[in-house]
T-cell receptor
């Protein structure tokens, strides 16, 4: 099992709808979780970070973490064409193995 | 505050040539990272450093070397370039501290082609 798994997509969502991006991770001791957005030809930029179970909201973005199910998701409300990008899930185990592992990313396409 | 800067932006190498990709950050971050990203793929960690003088291997270190003599700089060295090293290389930095805030900030990337 890969350490961080995401559906590669593309995920097509109509403009104004909710886009739901999902990520699972294999190491139960993982402590920090991140969502990055990457436009084509650009570097990744942080959208959200989450460290404890539950929901964390920031504007149109909501990150959800369920450590028991080893699952983290990102919801984008009122999707805009500018949200079309690849979304990378990243996980940091912390402790002695303190490095961040990225998933392959999900391509999101917002349909005008 | 320039953040994370990388040079060069683009480079074409011949097989067997060597080069150094430069990375500098001005945020006083203790952690620095090198990733490669192949087309349509995620980021793979090559090497990382938790502070000056300390480096460690990531997922795909073969064919690369790094050094960290200062907090600001983390160069990546390719000794004998191979076509399999054609990729986009991203440098990143983060601050790890008592609060464990570890957001990574990325440089703009270096697009390397080995022919």
């Amino acid at each position: 099992q890969k350490e961080v798994e995401q559906n590669s997509g593309p995920l097509s969502v109509p403009e104004g709808a909710i886009a739901s991006l999902n990520c699972t991770y294999s190491d139960r001791v993982s402590q920090s979780f991140f969502w990055y957005r990457q436009y084509s030809g650009k570097s990744p930029e942080l959208i959200m970070s989450i460290y404890s179970n539950g929901d964390k909201e920031d504007g149109r973005f909501t990150a959800q973490l369920n450590k028991a199910s080893q699952y983290v998701s990102l919801l984008i409300r009122d999707s805009q064409p500018s949200d079309s990008a690849t979304y990378l899930c990243a996980v940091n185990k912390g402790g002695r193995d303190d490095k961040i592992i990225f998933g392959k990313g999900t391509r999101l396409h917002i349909l005008p | 505050n320039a953040g994370v800067t990388q040079t060069p932006k683009f480079r074409i190498l011949k097989i067997g040539q060597s080069m150094t990709l430069q990375c500098t950050q001005d945020m006083n971050h203790n952690y620095m990272y090198w990733y490669r990203q192949d087309p349509g793929m995620g980021l793979k960690l090559i090497y990382y450093s938790v502070g000056a003088g300390i480096t460690d291997k990531g997922e795909v270190p073969n064919g690369y070397n790094v050094s960290r003599s200062t907090t600001e700089d983390f160069p990546l060295r390719l000794e004998l370039a191979a076509p399999s090293q054609t990729s986009v290389y991203f440098c990143a930095s983060s601050y790890q501290g008592p609060t464990n805030t570890d957001t990574q900030y990325f440089g703009p990337g270096t697009r390397l082609t080995v022919l």
